[in-house]
Nanobody, 125 residues
Framework: QVQLVESGGGLVQPGGSLRLSCAAS????????LGWFRQATGKEREFVAA????????YYADSVKGRFTISRDNAKNTVYLQMNSVRPEDTAVYYC??????????????????WGPGTQVTVSS
């Protein structure tokens, strides 16, 4: 069974940068498509970005396109989310998950499983 643990969250000023990491254990990491989602207080979990097994294909929500970059290192069993030019509306708990049904790049949380516990990102001056 796959276990995921996110890290790298914290407090950052608007316009700043942050890099999140999601380390996986169990299973064969290179066979998983993965995604990042976020959930702000009182809101539903929403899609942020996703990446294919090889890392050759990436997908983004319109709200983060051009600011966030998803990448992976299969040798380190880790997926990353580089967050640049952050905004207050990016404040949320960020989760990574494995696509368990559907296709690589899915934007639907119900098609993911093995969620990590999340890491809090707060954008504030």
């Amino acid at each position: 069974q796959v276990q995921l643990v996110e890290s790298g969250g914290g407090l950052v000023q608007p316009g700043g940068s942050l890099r999140l990491s999601c380390a996986a254990s169990g299973g064969t990491f290179s066979r998983y498509s993965l995604g990042w989602f976020r959930q702000a207080t009182g809101k539903e979990r929403e899609f942020v970005a996703a990446i294919s097994m090889s890392g050759g294909s990436t997908y983004y929500a319109d709200s983060v396109k051009g600011r966030f970059t998803i990448s992976r290192d299969n040798a380190k069993n880790t997926v990353y989310l580089q967050m640049n030019s952050v905004r207050p509306e990016d404040t949320a708990v960020y989760y990574c998950g494995v696509v368990t049904r559907g296709y690589s790049g899915s934007k639907y949380a119900y098609e993911y499983g093995y969620w990590g516990p999340g890491t809090q990102v707060t954008v504030s001056s």
